[in-house]
């Protein structure tokens, strides 16, 4: 998974993980010592705040960071400290943890992913809205503040990056004051997040929670006029939908009419797609033959399907837009019972891997058929299948249609509705065939 694709759907920490994850640690790739990198990010995994304690403490002395020189790598440990502190309720070590970082921006950064994560699992959501809006507080206190900027930092793009930040702050702020019953504070600093933002240009989430808003706040015509821009270019949610036809009832339509409405609303975002993915098709490009195992040993060639649309889904059990697609994937099975589709587990780390992901699909409850695209026995680094299909990052999907052409490669992972219309567009073509 590239940091574009992981960007995309994670677009509420999009400014933060760049400025203090991938350009904090740029100089630690750049000087080879990929294993602190690498050792950073397993402290995201610990469970254990005390263990990730000595672990900081344990980096900063085996590599010799500097406290002036490595500064803002030093923050992204003590950053890791207090996150693993917040998730088991440890509220004032986290704290603690957080007053040690030394650049302003990297608090809010992190202040901002402590309030989100606890937000997105629903706990301690008082606690939550007193830290975002600290974040907030801290913010307007240094965003003019040149000596905020980190060292190697460019001016101009400094500049730009802390107008950036606005968004995701606002924003979280707004989600949890939504979810606390707040919905007038909500909708001002929903608002804030988005001035200056092109509404045709918004995110699914962000367009969703301001609908709510705005109808919770009895501004039904902005919100209507919100849903229906929408939902008419596929960029929705079920919750969407229901919330368009409710206000399409309270204006004095009929329920056959709003139903009318999303109907002939979806037909035209089916149209749409078709044309926009036809463009994207491959011509005459025969599809790479492959033999894998799958989770009960079985051996699976490409050149025994040939008779049958295959819809191919490169995916990992540590890629969390590849998880989050899976629901939608899930449904489109079911819809097209017709079509082979093949969960390609690829690019996975660890030993037994057979054993890891059998134990995910039978967690999560799919009945999905999983190949496993395992490490070349050369190169641990390639996977076989993933190499071949030239994948610049996961999820992936691949369709082929009947007489084992390759029709089309998608990447990436936005909404569960982007991705339905998407392949339901590819699959309709790649029946036609």
Not at 117 to 144: Q, V
Not at 372 to 382: S, Y
Request: net charge neutral; aromatic share 10%.
């Amino acid at each position: 998974m590239n940091f574009k694709q992981h960007q995309k759907i994670m677009k509420i920490f999009a400014t933060l993980l760049l400025a203090v994850i991938y350009l904090n640690t740029e100089r630690l790739y750049a000087q080879n010592t990929e294993p602190i990198a690498n050792r950073i990010k397993a402290m995201s995994k610990e469970t254990d705040p005390e263990k990730n304690a000595a672990n900081m403490i344990a980096i900063i002395k085996d590599y010799g960071l500097d406290s002036v020189k490595n500064a803002e790598d030093i923050d992204v440990l003590k950053g890791e400290v207090a996150l693993s502190y917040l998730n088991v309720n440890a509220f004032q070590k986290f704290e603690a943890y957080i007053r040690l970082i030394k650049n302003k921006f990297n608090q809010t950064s992190y202040m901002n992913m402590g309030a989100y994560n606890l937000f997105r699992d629903k706990k301690n959501l008082a606690y939550a809205e007193t830290i975002a809006k600290r974040t907030i507080d801290l913010y307007d206190s240094f965003k003019n503040d040149p000596l905020a900027r980190p060292s190697g930092f460019d001016r101009d793009d400094w500049n730009r990056f802390m107008k950036m930040a606005a968004f995701p702050y606002y924003e979280t702020y707004a989600q949890i004051l939504h979810a606390n019953g707040k919905d007038d504070a909500a909708l001002n600093y929903q608002e804030l997040a988005l001035k200056g933002q092109d509404i045709d240009q918004l995110d699914i989430p962000s367009a969703e929670l301001y609908a709510i808003l705005l109808a919770n706040s009895g501004q039904d015509d902005k919100a209507y006029n919100l849903l229906l821009k929408m939902v008419g270019t596929g960029k929705s949610t079920p919750a969407m939908k229901e919330l368009l036809k409710k206000l399409y009832i309270k204006k004095g339509g009929l329920q056959t009419g709003a139903d009318s409405l999303l109907d002939s609303l979806q037909t035209n975002v089916n149209q749409a797609y078709l044309k926009q993915i036809e463009k994207k098709m491959f011509n005459n490009l025969t599809a790479i033959p492959f033999t894998l195992k799958d989770l009960q040993g079985n051996r699976i060639s490409l050149s025994d399907l040939k008779g049958k649309v295959v819809v191919l889904d490169f995916w990992a059990t540590w890629c969390f837009p590849c998880i989050a697609s899976m629901p939608a994937m899930e449904k489109l099975t079911k819809k097209h019972p017709d079509v082979v589709f093949l969960f390609i587990d690829t690019e996975e780390q660890g030993t037994d891997i057979p054993t890891k992901v059998r134990s995910f699909i039978k967690s999560h409850g799919y009945d999905f058929h999983v190949l496993l695209d395992l490490p070349a026995a050369n190169n641990p680094k390639i996977f076989p299948v993933a190499a071949a299909y030239k994948l610049n990052g996961i999820p992936a999907k691949v369709v082929i249609d009947k007489y084992g052409k390759q029709l089309f490669l998608t990447a990436g992972y936005s909404s569960d509705e982007e991705l339905t219309n998407e392949m339901e567009a590819m699959i309709k073509i790649a029946k036609q065939q």
